[in-house]
């Protein structure tokens, strides 16, 4: 069936909708490619070697399941194995892409909007770094005010408008994590890939638990 005879299978309301779910994910997949960053060495597990143990893993389980690891000529068709995988595979990678971009935000985006509203004395020069410093220490001094009145107040439960404003309070607080990230010449995505290595390193090295900065 050519483009054209698809178009006039479908009525101009479900063309319009089929066009639009299109362009939303055309955008999704160009955000995903764009904003995706150069890799950073760490000192994580290269990923061929967890992928060398899941090999292993598996063929030990499959052994245990079929009695005899994947041979050629083991009489079934590798081919239509192969395609019934890959349409799983392609249904994961999709499922997996939709989670991750239920938002259109990414880092970034945020990093952008929040500097356009970032109006406070001496940003971007020595003094600037003062300003954000005091701002998210405040903040995070607002966030921990409210749960004292949940405490306090109702009996440390937290009830659907005291969630709403101190989620609103960690809003607060991130556009000045932002701001403080941008002060020292980075940004919010750079923070949040470096924490994220940091803390895989570490559970590589199962010493998430314990105390210090170097760890
Ligand atoms: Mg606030």
Known sequence: MSGADRDRDCSSQECSELFRMGELM?????????????????????VYRQLIRMIEERAAMGEV??????????????L????????DLNQYLMQKIAE????????????????????YPGR???????????????????????MKKVIRDKSGVIGTDEK?????????VLWY???NARELGSDLETVAQMNI???????????????GDDR
């Open 124 to 146: 971007l020069n020595s003094s600037g770094m003062f300003y954000t410093t005091m701002g998210l220490t405040g903040e995070a001094g607002e966030f921990s005010d409210k």
């Open 197 to 211: 290595h940091k803390l895989a390193s570490r559970q590589a090295r199962n010493v998430i638990g314990g105390s």
């Open 80 to 87: 239509m194995d192969a395609l019934q995988e890959s349409i």
């Open 26 to 46: 055309d955008k999704r997949l160009k955000n995903v490619a764009k904003k995706e960053p150069l890799p950073i060495k760490n000192d994580s597990e290269p």
């Open 100 to 119: 991750r971009k239920h938002s259109d935000i990414t880092m970034l985006d945020y990093q952008d909007e929040a500097d356009k509203t970032a109006q």
């Open 65 to 78: 399941k079929h009695g005899t690891h994947l041979q050629a000529n083991n009489g079934r068709d590798a």
């Open 177 to 179: 994590v932002a701001q």
């Open 164 to 172: 709403m404003s101190m989620l609103h309070e960690l809003g607060d």
